[in-house]
């Protein structure tokens, strides 16, 4: 498995191995496309019971969905889900990394905590764990480049057939 760097990624783009939706060639770097912050975000509601940790567990009966036009305040320890504004799509012979941004890390903002992989044959947008480390409150704003996929080669082809096959909201 091989990560593609930026003639890579543009040549499999021109190819329509990749596609991304909304796309613009200044999002493509050195060895990842950048992908931007929606303005959806899940926010968790504080509940005085446990949740069970399982399959039947359902997201948003133990979270609030809303949609913020300039901004969002995300607290000291807090977390929330997010999702990129570009639709993914990748052939079923590649696969896929989400990656915080080194500047942001640098400051306290974890973009995906631990479900950063994407799936061969993946064909939606992406679901961003988002932890705020810092000290003091971040803001995030939609539209800004929060998070990086690095793109590899598999051995062999597969296509995503799971729960969150067709993810186009929170």
């Known amino acids: 498995m ?7 990624l543009l040549k499999a783009i021109r190819e329509g191995r990749i596609q991304i939706e909304p ?4 999002m493509v770097g050195p060895g990842s496309i950048d992908m931007n912050l929606s303005n959806q975000f899940r926010i968790f509601k504080k509940l005085r019971k446990g949740v069970v940790v399982d399959d039947s567990m359902e997201l948003e009966k133990i979270t609030k969905l809303v949609h913020y036009k300039s901004s969002f305040t995300l607290l000291p320890g807090e977390t929330i889900l997010g999702i990129t504004r570009e639709r993914i799509h990748l052939a079923p012979d590649l696969c896929g990394w989400i990656q915080g941004r080194s500047r942001f890390a640098r400051i306290g903002l974890l973009t995906h905590i631990t479900a950063s992989f994407i799936q061969p044959g993946t064909n939606n947008k992406q679901v961003l764990e988002i932890s705020n480390m810092a000290p003091f409150p971040l803001i995030l704003k939609p539209d800004t480049r929060v998070c990086q996929v690095i793109v590899q080669t598999t051995v062999g082809a597969a296509i995503y057939e799971g729960k969150h096959r067709i993810q186009e909201n929170l």
């Open 2 to 8: 091989s990560v593609l760097t930026r003639d890579e």
């Open 23 to 26: 796309f613009s060639e200044d």
